[in-house]
């Protein structure tokens, strides 16, 4: 069936049954792959997406349930937080091998957005649904206080 | 060297590591290399673009683009090896990228294998001369170029950050400007390489920053599940719940009818689904019947598989190691202590489930997934599809993480992306995508192992040891199976058939187990259970004579000064003054060598609560030899240290009446952030060849863990995960 879905600004009606994740509209159909399948059950973040500005595991989320939402993907996200996070992402070179990394910046963009001094315990919170196999944990929360410390200034 | 000159000339000889030859680019190969290399290389200059030899490019753009022989799955072979090329042509690193280069094992070969393809850490250590050699090389013809454009001496030309520069006569010149006269200069020999001391990247703090950071923080670094392609289908396969399963029959009509399902075959491995997307394709799997034919699959559960293990631990096995003698010293008293360590089969679990892409047309085919030993990969594909190797091509792509599991000696991925591949039929582009359960169900484990240790203290001293070890081969039946000697695979007992410790009676055996779990290399392989056998039980021993676990080591390695100094120097780094525990906390120590690099943590740990123990520090001292890019050596030691902490916490495998239990992240527990302990990370100066770091951070975490919990007055877990020790 035709479901009209608004992705990082842009209408699209796309021809899907409505139990398909909002994920693999996302990718096969809408060719934006720059968010990743990762477990298909909302247990590691790879996914996250923004609906209303909030994140989202789109891998369980199905399309017929998005109703009006807008959706933001990795590829959609700008602004200053945005900005901040993805360039203290690379001044850290917080990335290993990089796959779960999309998810682990929605999620940081959306911590920041709520929370503009974060401690150790909001990072926790925020960030503990978005597991990185490389473990590249330390420089996360490194680079999150970072990008918050650009934030203030 | 010109591209079109194919004129052969092997370049001299060259040692690279383990004695190998080192075969430098042979021009006379060009027409075939070209088929790869220049095909991916696309630059905006074209035609006068300097391709002085396998690894280097350089555009009229200044732009020097680097080709990777390893794969980029997160260790940073990308930027280590680029930084190699870089260092010796001496070039601006802002202009420096780096890709996957083509499968071609003439040219591309890992010096340490013979063959294209990455593991047991060695991606810098076999590139290390290599890649130098390709960047002196092409600076050489790029000074040659422009001494002939200026008419001065060659030898008075200086180069910094890419630009060549004549003082006497004020002239200077950008790479770029000499590319198309430098490929017309005759490829020199023997160019002469740096000495370290005037390396201005290699081992520079903040010199060079990854190549793959931005994109990967941005989404647009390119994976092999990313790959679209015209009429491509995407491909799930439903494989057998036990090891062995083979399919009888299966019904495909409802999953035939689910909407944007193309096709249902049947393939050595199972029954695959065709579909338009992801979707589809699962939809369809789920409405799959499939009878299958489990008589000859293993129907063991682990519990029985351990109980089995236990028993062979009692009794003597093949010797892979020893010096005096370990019985007679065990049986002449003193205080005999015995342990004994389980060890679970682990999945890899990288965060990018096993993919391929492949386009068959019939006569040649191109194949794209992120694979770790190109070569086989490369073979399988030919030979399954009938096709010679240089009718297929394949290429590289990043992937999301590895762990050992893309370094398959039965290339089993390869084989099935190509068996989907030829069921459907010449003209398809498939893209077959195992699943998270596809993944932690699948096997190819890090092997189930048993140690039982014996050892004896005789005043103070730790005066016999006597190791018998218990579990899988996966080299037998592999092409790597020349690797067993004398019976004993090596790979079951490194790190455990000789000790860095002066023990004055030893042994080590081993019994190789026939079970029908397909087991694999597993980030640091052997390593991940010996360490924690050995490391547990030398601070054991140690705890019973009442020594310090620094101190008490440190009178052990009289003949491992690398062992000692990487000891030492983390012991400084952590302010060691004992054991503890101090308040709630205590301190915990290991010492691993794996793949040539030294590594010592100390874990500072509480007791925590029902989630297990809380481990809130780590420090670790490396010693790799000559640190190249010091900040990936910290990132792959800060990411070992998570990785092998998750493990020891929290992961296994069971198997029920041989069905895979685990299946996904709820249940295959991963480290998450907030269980990250802090790390600091100290790099022992060395002027030793390097060797790798993706591996050697594993080990020395769970057993540094148990010590501390040891000084805490819990018990050493004798059975990983930790969890589930504790909870026994």
Known sequence: MAISIKVNGVRHSVDVDGDTPLLWVLRDALGLTGTKFGCGIAQCGACTVFLNGKPLRSCAFPIAALGDGEVTTIEGVNGRTARAVQRAWTARDVPQCGYCQSGQVMSAIALLSEVRRPTDRDIDLAMNGNICRCAAYVRIRAAIKDAARTLEG | ?728
């Not at chain 2, 190699?84 to 003439?106: F, G, Q, T, Y």
């Not at chain 2, 029959?249 to 944007?260: I, K």
């Open chain 2, 1 to 728: 060297m010109a591209r079109h000159d194919t004129r052969l000339t092997r370049r001299d000889a060259l040692k690279g590591v383990a004695g190998l030859v080192l075969g430098f680019y042979l021009p006379g190969d060009a027409a075939k290399a070209q088929s790869g290399a220049a095909r991916i290389f696309t630059p905006d200059a074209g035609a006068a673009a300097f391709a002085p030899n396998a690894f280097v490019r350089i555009g009229a753009d200044d732009r020097v683009t680097v080709l990777i022989k390893h794969i980029e799955f997160g260790q940073g072979p990308f930027t280590g090896l680029a930084t190699l090329v870089a260092e010796e042509l001496d070039a601006d690193w802002s202009k420096v990228r780096a890709e996957h280069a083509p499968s071609n094992p003439d040219l591309y070969k890992n010096l340490a294998f013979g063959m294209q393809g990455t593991g047991g850490s060695t991606a810098i250590a076999n590139s290390y001369e290599q890649m130098r050699k390709a960047g002196a090389t092409a600076r050489a013809m790029l000074v040659e170029a422009a001494a002939q454009a200026w008419r001065v001496p060659a030898g008075e030309i200086t180069v910094e950050r890419g630009v060549l520069r004549h003082a006497r006569t004020g002239r200077t010149g950008r790479f770029g400007q000499f590319a198309q006269a430098a490929s017309h200069v005759p490829v020199p020999d023997n160019v002469p390489l740096k000495d370290a001391a005037r390396f201005r990247l290699i081992g520079r703090e903040g010199a060079v920053r990854r190549l793959d950071s931005a994109s990967k923080a941005n989404g647009t670094a390119q994976f092999t599940i990313d790959i679209r392609e015209p009429d491509m289908l995407t491909v799930v396969v439903a494989r057998p719940s036990r090891f062995g399963g083979k399919v009888v029959s299966f019904e495909a009509g409802d999953a035939r009818a689910v909407r944007g399902v193309v096709d249902v075959k049947e393939v050595p491995s199972g029954v695959a689904v065709y579909a338009e997307g992801m979707w589809p394709a699962l939809k369809g799997r789920e409405r799959l019947r499939v009878t299958w034919d489990e008589a000859g699959a293993e129907k063991r559960s682990t519990d029985e598989i351990i109980e089995a293990y236990r028993e062979l631990a009692r009794k003597p096995g093949t010797v892979a190691g020893q010096h005096g003698d370990a019985e007679a010293a065990l049986a002449r008293g003193g205080r005999v202590i015995e342990a004994e360590y389980v060890f679970p089969y682990l999945a890899h679990a990288p965060m990018e489930p096993l993919d391929g892409f492949l386009h068959w047309d019939g006569q040649r085919a191109l194949a794209r997934l992120g694979s770790q030993l190109q070569t086989g990969d490369h073979q399988a594909i030919a030979g399954v599809l009938g096709l010679s190797p240089e009718q297929v091509r394949l290429e590289t792509m990043l992937a999301g993480g590895s762990f050992g599991r893309r370094a398959q000696p039965t290339m089993e991925l390869a084989v099935e992306l190509a068996q989907v591949a030829k069921a459907i039929g010449p003209g398809r582009p498939v893209k077959l995508v195992w699943t998270r359960e596809d993944d932690i169900r699948g096997g190819y484990y890090r092997p189930l192992f048993v140690h039982r240790l014996r050892g004896a203290l005789r005043d103070g001293k730790i005066v016999a040891w006597a190791n018998t070890a218990v579990g899988q081969t996966f080299l037998k039946g592999s092409p790597f199976e020349a690797m067993i000697k004398d019976g004993i695979d090596p790979l079951m007992v490194e790190g455990a058939r000789e000790l860095s410790y002066d023990i004055a009676d030893f042994r080590c055996d081993v019994h190789t187990a026939d079970v029908g779990v397909p087991t694999l290399w597993w980030r640091s392989v052997g390593h991940t259970h010996t360490g924690y056998a050995v490391e547990c039980f030398v601070d054991e021993l140690l705890q019973a004579a009442g020594q310090d676990p620094v101190a008490g080591r440190l009178a052990m390695m009289g003949k491992a000064p690398r062992h000692a100094g990487v000891l030492r120097a983390v012991a400084d780094l952590a302010r060691w003054s004992g054991p503890g525990p101090f308040n709630d906390r205590a301190r915990g120590v290991a010492v691993v060598e794996s793949f040539g690099s030294f590594i010592a943590q100390i874990a500072e740990v509480s007791a925590g609560g029902p989630e297990g123990p809380r481990v809130h520090r780590v420090w670790c001292a490396v010693d790799c030899g000559v640190a190249v890019n010091p900040d990936v050596i910290r990132a792959q030691m800060e990411g070992g240290i998570g990785f092998g902490l998750g493990h020891a916490l929290f992961a296994e495998v069971e198997l029920d009446e041989g069905r895979p239990v685990q299946g996904n992240f709820d249940t295959y527990r991963s480290l998450r952030i907030h269980e990250m302990p802090q790390v600091e990370v100290a790099i022992v100066r060395s002027a030793e060849t390097p060797t790798g770091v993706g591996e050697p951070g594993v080990p020395p975490i769970a057993p540094a863990v148990a010590n501390a919990m040891a000084r805490l007055g819990l018990p050493r877990p004798r059975r990983l995960p930790m969890l589930r020790g504790l909870a026994s």
